[in-house]
């Protein structure tokens, strides 16, 4: 019975702390990285997807009738302006050509003759020892002997031309293609066609605007928001299928008339420089243009931009240590950061690293130089880009 008072003791004891929980403890503030907000005018670039197409595209044709007698070219080569391509049988062009010089020999001693005569009429015109139809007839034949030099004279230079166009050469430098017909077939207008030759530099860059887009463009432009370049001076680079950006940068140097009624797009064109034949007709490009700037820009990290049922929004530090919550209107991804078309102005303090671990009134701590590489490394919240 002695340890009877002991266990009493012991029970109430246990008893007793069960019924008071000691306080908890208050939780302290949470450490985050912040920036202040600072508007500032901001480069911006604008992507598009394009398509190379040669500056120049010729249409290799035969412009006489005849034999084709061999392809000079190798195809799909670069050949240079003044390159033969294609040989015709010349021997029958040849022919005509001796025969129109024997012509126009001929024609050619005629009018001698008939200025010989000439020339001997008049004087005796004068002196009345002729008629006057004698010296009309005279003159007459010299005339026509005349005209029948320069009728010869152009047969000579129709049958020269002709000759010439058996030697097919290229026009431009550039790029050839294959051969549509082949050694031995006879060419006519019907199978004139012999290849194509595609000049490259410079090469074009066609690409489209939605009208959404221009319209858009054109409303920032006329309130401030958004500045062009002067007179137009848009840098033009292009971004290759593997991720590369292409070495050379153009200018914009078309813009069509009217929008495409079928899709309500706008067609640009970009002219670059190709001086290595890198880029080839027909390549899928993005098309980078920059030299707009966008006027007192605000610019947040992207990972300090979260989403919720309400749409996009950040926290924010108030002038008493606390996290808030602020909603705000989200624009066009920079680089790692993202433009804030509304909610937030010049000094907002937004939290930038550590906002998963905050509440609404929670108290914050902003990290020192040598805390933020301890602070927050919560994996932020989806987002969606715009």
Same mark, same amino acid.
């Given at each position: 019975?002695?340890?009877?008072?002991?266990?009493?003791?012991?029970?109430?004891?246990?008893?007793?702390?069960?019924?008071?929980?000691?306080?908890?403890?208050?939780?302290?503030?949470?450490?985050?990285?912040?920036?202040?907000?600072?508007?500032?005018?901001?480069?911006?670039?604008?992507?598009?997807?394009?398509?190379?197409?040669?500056?120049?595209?010729?249409?290799?044709?035969?412009?006489?009738?005849?034999?084709?007698?061999?392809?000079?070219?190798?195809?799909?080569?670069?050949?240079?302006?003044?390159?033969?391509?294609?040989?015709? #049988?010349?021997?029958?062009? =040849?022919? &005509?050509?001796? +025969? @129109?010089?024997?012509?126009? /020999? $001929?024609?050619?001693?005629?009018?001698?003759?008939?200025?010989?005569?000439?020339?001997?009429?008049?004087?005796?015109?004068?002196?009345?020892?002729?008629?006057?139809?004698?010296? #009309?007839?005279?003159?007459? =034949?010299? &005339?026509?002997? +005349? @005209?029948?030099?320069?009728? /010869? $004279?152009?047969?000579?230079?129709?049958?020269?031309?002709?000759?010439?166009?058996?030697?097919?050469?290229?026009?431009?430098?550039?790029?050839?293609?294959?051969?549509?017909?082949? #050694?031995?077939?006879?060419?006519?207008?019907?199978?004139?066609?012999?290849?194509?030759?595609?000049?490259?530099?410079?090469?074009?860059?066609?690409?489209?605007?939605?009208?959404?887009?221009?319209?858009?463009?054109?409303?920032?432009?006329?309130?401030?928001?958004?500045?062009?370049?002067?007179?137009?001076?848009?840098?033009?680079?292009?971004?290759?299928?593997?991720?590369?950006?292409?070495?050379?940068?153009?200018?914009?140097?078309?813009?069509?008339?009217?929008?495409?009624?079928?899709?309500?797009?706008?067609?640009?064109?970009?002219?670059?420089?190709?001086?290595?034949?890198?880029?080839?007709?027909?390549?899928?490009?993005?098309?980078?243009?920059?030299?707009?700037?966008?006027?007192?820009?605000?610019?947040?990290?992207?990972?300090?931009?979260?989403?919720?049922?309400?749409?996009?929004?950040?926290?924010?530090?108030?002038?008493?240590?606390?996290?808030?919550?602020?909603?705000?209107?989200?624009?066009?991804?920079?680089?790692?950061?993202?433009?804030?078309?509304?909610?937030?102005?010049?000094?907002?303090?937004?939290?930038?690293?550590?906002?998963?671990?905050?509440?609404?009134?929670?108290?914050?701590?902003?990290?020192?130089?040598?805390?933020?590489?301890?602070?927050?490394?919560?994996?932020?919240?989806?987002?969606?880009?715009?």
């Amino acid at each position: 019975m002695r340890w009877l008072p002991l266990v009493l003791v012991a029970f109430a004891t246990v008893a007793g702390c069960g019924k008071h929980k000691p306080p908890a403890e208050e939780r302290g503030p949470v450490t985050v990285s912040v920036m202040t907000v600072t508007p500032r005018d901001t480069p911006v670039s604008f992507e598009y997807v394009g398509q190379t197409e040669s500056s120049h595209q010729v249409e290799i044709r035969a412009r006489v009738n005849g034999f084709l007698d061999r392809r000079v070219y190798t195809e799909g080569s670069m050949v240079k302006a003044g390159d033969v391509l294609f040989q015709q #049988d010349p021997k029958p062009f =040849q022919a &005509q050509l001796k +025969a @129109a010089e024997g012509a126009l /020999a $001929e024609q050619k001693a005629r009018l001698q003759t008939a200025n010989d005569n000439l020339a001997q009429v008049k004087p005796l015109a004068a002196l009345n020892a002729l008629s006057q139809k004698d010296l #009309d007839d005279a003159t007459g =034949q010299q &005339q026509a002997a +005349a @005209a029948a030099v320069q009728t /010869a $004279e152009a047969n000579v230079e129709t049958a020269r031309l002709n000759l010439s166009y058996t030697t097919i050469t290229a026009p431009v430098t550039g790029l050839s293609s294959f051969a549509r017909v082949q #050694d031995g077939a006879y060419l006519s207008a019907e199978n004139s066609l012999l290849t194509y030759v595609e000049q490259v530099d410079p090469i074009w860059v066609n690409f489209t605007l939605s009208e959404n887009e221009m319209l858009a463009y054109r409303a920032q432009s006329k309130d401030g928001s958004l500045r062009l370049p002067p007179k137009d001076k848009y840098v033009v680079e292009l971004v290759l299928a593997d991720g590369s950006v292409y070495a050379h940068k153009g200018t914009i140097t078309f813009a069509n008339a009217s929008y495409d009624t079928r899709t309500g797009s706008f067609l640009l064109r970009a002219t670059l420089p190709n001086p290595e034949g890198e880029l080839r007709p027909g390549e899928f490009v993005r098309v980078r243009v920059s030299g707009p700037v966008r006027v007192n820009a605000v610019l947040v990290p992207q990972e300090a931009v979260l989403q919720g049922a309400k749409g996009h929004f950040v926290v924010l530090v108030d002038k008493e240590g606390k996290a808030q919550i602020r909603p705000v209107q989200v624009g066009a991804w920079q680089g790692g950061d993202w433009f804030i078309n509304a909610g937030l102005s010049a000094g907002d303090v937004v939290v930038t690293d550590g906002v998963a671990r905050l509440s609404p009134g929670a108290p914050v701590k902003i990290a020192t130089a040598s805390e933020k590489t301890s602070a927050g490394t919560d994996t932020p919240a989806p987002v969606e880009k715009q």
